[in-house]
């Protein structure tokens, strides 16, 4: 069974800017020093007429788990999320995928960033699952809860590049 993620974010500015302000490598490195945690980093940056594409890493200090969690690995999770971005027009679709060291499960999303009014609307939509028996739902609503204050930490961080 998976848990569902929907996070919906709007911007001051339109789609072209929210874009670059979250697929461009100087807006993702501030990004990761206001929101990342420690030892984050970014990875495989390319940006192309047609999309972008980049790997994020991010680690989640073991202090910061839920016991459930702590039971299944001893220390801190390294988060992988590789991004994805296609130019549709005047909108961009992606995708997510985030891979956790160790821990049997997955988050994937598809992204839309498009116009709306003088701003644009960027909506994330996925699923969470973990493959534990008899707890996996337990921590797959800790994810998503953790996804979705990270979504709205970006948001601002993005709001932020953007108003610089």
């Keep these: 069974m998976a848990t569902r993620i929907d996070h919906r974010a709007t911007f001051t500015s339109g789609a072209e800017d929210a874009y670059a ?11 990761l020093e206001l ?4 030892h984050a980093e970014l990875r495989d940056h390319q940006v192309t007429e047609h999309g972008a594409r980049y790997t994020l890493l991010q680690a989640v200090p073991s202090d910061k788990l839920p016991s459930l ?3 299944l690995r ?8 590789t991004h994805v971005w296609n130019r549709e027009g005047d909108r961009f679709t992606g ?4 891979e956790v060291a160790d821990i049997p499960g997955r988050i994937t999303a ?3 960033l498009a116009p709306s009014g003088a701003g644009s609307v960027q909506t994330t939509r996925g699923e969470v699952s973990v493959r534990v028996p008899f707890v996996g739902g337990k921590i797959e609503s800790f994810v998503v809860d953790q996804v979705t204050r990270l979504l709205e930490s ?8 953007l108003a610089r």
């Design 21 to 31: 302000a979250q697929t461009e490598e100087q807006a993702l490195l501030a990004r």
């Design 35 to 38: 929101v990342g945690g420690e």
């Design 69 to 71: 969690v702590r039971t």
């Design 74 to 81: 001893s220390g801190d999770l390294t988060v992988r999320r």
């Design 95 to 98: 995708t997510v995928t985030v």
């Design 110 to 112: 598809d992204v839309e």
């Design 154 to 161: 970006e948001a601002r961080a993005t709001e932020q590049w």
